[in-house]
């Protein structure tokens, strides 16, 4: 455990982030395991309507063993890029899936609606409570909400743990800025990134590498991950593209990068509040 004694300061445990592939990251906090976009299929076509998401790579860690799930962060259902079928199978094993309305309509099971900025709190093993909020995710540039559904980001905090952002699919800095205002301050911000394209649309669907590190300064969070920059053909931006542009904005000592099936601790003694 990473520990802080000096004034103004708590205890804060560390948290582990284990990069499955694409925006699947498994995240251990307060002796839960959360699970972020279940995405578990080979490399294969996936058809959306009259276009297909193309998937490149399979997942570092298969679903049958990533073990226990305490809950699923679903930031939406409606891509297969966020939630794949074998990904939509893994969600039969898990007790309670958090994510959007329509997601809920949808999915039905022990999906529930997490709707923007009302939380929940799930038990944890030390007696102590984990409170998950739900907070905006902006699919695209505004307006086009119809085109791409709703989605929902996520801020997980609580006694004696840090205050971790899961941005889910967001490609606007002004929500990340609205994020930082009313869930801050954050320790560990969780960015989905690559700069999605669709050819529905003249436009980008997520973070470009510039954006995650303009949304790092933003939450001024002192561990920011990145993922989902890779396993899909419509990303235009891989990892490779991260640590310049996070560089350029000197903020190199804030980025954690995780190869797929990576794990990285994190450990941080926060201001109290």
């Known amino acids: 455990m990473s520990t802080s004694s000096s004034p103004g300061t708590r205890t804060v445990a560390p948290i582990t982030v284990q990069l499955v592939g694409g925006p699947t990251v498994l995240i251990e906090i307060g002796g839960l395991r959360l699970l972020t976009d279940p995405t578990f299929d080979p490399p294969g076509d996936h058809p959306v309507g009259e276009r297909v998401l193309v998937k490149t790579t399979g997942p570092a860690v298969p679903a049958e063993t990533v073990g226990r799930v305490d809950a699923v962060l679903l930031s939406h259902d409606q891509h297969p890029d966020n939630l794949d079928d ?3 199978r893994f969600l039969d094993r898990v007790p309670l899936v958090l994510s959007t309305a329509s997601a809920q ?16 709190t799930l038990p944890r093993p030390d007696g102590e409570l984990l409170r998950v909020t739900g907070v ?4 695209g540039p505004a307006g086009t909400e119809h085109l791409t559904g709703e989605v929902r980001g996520f801020v997980l905090s609580g006694a004696g743990v840090p205050t971790v952002y899961v941005s889910g699919d967001n490609a606007s800095l002004a929500v990340v800025r609205d994020v930082a205002d009313h869930a801050g301050p954050i320790d560990v911000a969780i960015l989905f990134a690559g700069r999605g394209r669709s050819p529905l ?13 303009h949304a790092a300064e933003i939450l001024a969070a002192p561990t920011v991950i990145p993922i989902h920059l890779e396993g899909w053909h419509h990303l235009t931006q891989g990892p490779e593209t991260i640590p310049g542009a996070f560089a350029r904005r000197h903020l190199t000592g804030r980025l954690r990068t995780l190869r797929p099936g990576e794990t990285t ?3 941080t003694g926060t201001p109290s509040r």
Not at 105 to 120: C, M, N
Not at 201 to 213: I, N, P, V
Request: hydrophobic share 40%.
């Open 86 to 88: 074998a990904g939509r």
């Open 105 to 120: 309509e949808r999915l039905g099971g022990a999906t529930r609606e997490l709707p923007v900025w009302r939380s929940v």
């Open 136 to 139: 905006p995710a902006q699919h």
């Open 201 to 213: 649309m003249d436009a980008y669907l997520t973070l470009s590498s510039d954006q995650a590190a």
């Open 265 to 267: 601790v994190v450990r």
